[in-house]
């Protein structure tokens, strides 16, 4: 089925009468929008959010929110964009950054801690505190332009997390303690903060709470170098929450620059390649694969270039039928080595890494001197090359196998559940499918060889 998305676009300051002129354009803009976005900017939330800015010295008006079949919200252009154009320039006065909270009335307090708390932890109780004053803070149109709630790890309920692939399994279920640690770590500090509340501090600053604020900073900040603060930790201070511009979606294929600019005092990103009008604006967030982008972001991207299915050491331990004396060792020396990790399926079959990994694996017990030739791409016996490929036969068939077990899981977890997990079923499900796509394709290439 093909959905048509028109959009309608009134903007909030636009004139009522547009004239014959103006009515015929805007007729044509309708027709010409068709497959992307709905205008979001008439919304309140959006009014008052760029009323707020425009107070802070936010003056471009080319960007606006929109829905989008594919991305939902994001940020569409009503203008055309050339490379080398900007497309968002943020006043240094819109940005959240550590400096902006030691310098609010919560500055002291964080002054005083001791040991130091870190950049991260200080914009979460920030953003915490700002959520919680509502229609009292000073931040509030950029705090309810914040999703409500995310789909990366750290929300993932567990039965969700068993249906990952491996290491995101294991990389989400650890980035959900860490979410736990820190505010097991953090009470005795949220406490120091109870002059600044009427209300109980264990009521305001819960582990939902931290959630949140947490996957706020780690899914939306634009990278920016801050200067080290001694009175926070020494981890790195690279945070900005950026409003406006942090409703700029990613794109694998996007090129942009994105910077500081030390003489304007504004976070600005300018486009590498051209953009229509009424087109969604993109960003890259880097090269990342689907795991990676579901384990940080909450989305899988479809037909992401930078794509692989990863393969662990207990997936090649279980494919191992001919163990000889020295897989051990031979698992060891790979470890050592850092070829243990990285070992990939991707859009073009087995990497040089995991095939390289295979043929160490399988060497003949004679061959131990030549380990460390194999591992630099030395060649190998064609008797080597044919049982490596039979090896990576037998771990892409595992992983197929894997695969399938898992979207039987999905199906039936579909049928016992209410659609309450339908997002994150619909999540896992996409890059399981992926997965299975990268599979096929390289079990074909390996029959093939
Ligand atoms: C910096 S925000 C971008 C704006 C966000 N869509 C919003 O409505 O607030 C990053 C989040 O947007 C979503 N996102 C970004 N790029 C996406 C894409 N290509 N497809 C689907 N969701 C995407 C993910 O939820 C991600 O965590």
Redesign the pocket.
């Known amino acids: 089925m093909c959905f048509i998305f028109l959009i309608s676009l009134e903007l909030p300051r636009m004139k009522k009468n547009l004239g014959r002129t103006g009515r015929k354009r805007k007729k044509k803009d309708k027709q010409t929008h068709v497959g992307t976005g709905v205008n979001l900017s008439y919304r309140l939330e959006y009014v008052q959010l760029r009323k707020w800015l425009k107070l802070r010295g936010f003056t471009s008006c080319h960007l606006l ?1 929109a829905s989008f079949p ?6 569409m252009t009503t203008k055309e964009l050339q490379a080398g154009d900007l497309i968002i320039s943020l006043p240094e006065s819109c940005l959240l950054t550590t400096s902006t909270v030691l310098k609010s009335y919560m500055g002291d307090y964080i002054k005083r801690w001791k040991p130091p708390v870190s950049p991260l932890l200080a914009l979460c109780v920030f953003l915490i505190a700002e959520l919680h004053f509502g229609t009292q803070s000073d931040w509030k149109p950029y705090i309810d ?3 409500k709630t ?3 790890a750290a929300y993932l309920p567990a039965n969700i997390t068993d249906l990952l692939p491996e290491p995101l399994r294991g990389k989400a279920k650890n980035q959900r303690v860490v979410v736990e640690e820190l505010y097991l770590s953090s009470r005795k500090f949220f406490h120091s903060l109870q002059p600044l509340f009427t209300e109980k501090i264990d009521d305001i600053f819960t582990l939902d709470a931290l959630r949140w604020a947490w ?1 706020s900073v780690n ?2 900040t634009v990278y920016m170098k801050n200067t080290q603060s001694k009175f926070l930790s020494r981890d790195v201070d690279v945070y900005a929450l950026a409003p406006y511009l ?6 694998s294929t996007t090129q942009v620059t994105a910077v500081f600019n030390l003489n304007t005092r504004c976070y600005e990103i300018k486009a590498e390649s051209r953009w229509q009008r009424y087109e969604q604006v ?1 960003i890259c ?1 880097g090269p990342h694969d689907s795991q990676r ?1 579901l384990l ?6 479809k037909r992401n270039p930078h794509s692989v299915v990863y393969v662990t050491e207990d997936v090649l331990q279980s494919c191992m039928t001919n163990k000889d004396n020295l897989v051990t060792q031979k698992f060891c020396y790979l470890k050592e080595n850092n070829f243990l990790e990285n070992l990939t399926f991707g859009c073009d079959g087995p990497s040089w890494r995991l095939m390289t990994a295979l043929k160490l694996l399988c060497l003949g017990p004679d061959d131990y001197s030549t380990w460390k030739q194999v591992l630099l791409g030395g060649p190998v016996s064609v008797e080597n090359e044919r049982m490596s490929f039979r090896l990576a036969q037998s771990v892409c068939n595992y992983l197929l196998h894997a695969n399938n077990k898992s979207l039987q899981k999905i199906d039936l977890m579909r049928l016992h559940n209410r659609g309450d997990l339908k997002e994150q079923l619909d999540l896992i499900q996409h890059l399981r499918e992926e997965e299975l796509h990268l599979l096929k394709y390289s079990a074909e290439m390996l029959t093939t060889q």
């Not at 942090?246 to 794109?251: E, G, K, M």
């Open positions: 929110p594919d991305t939902g919200r994001g940020l332009s914040l999703p995310f789909d990366c996957s899914t939306r942090d409703l700029l979606n990613h794109s993109f967030y982008l940080e972001y909450g989305f899988v991207l």
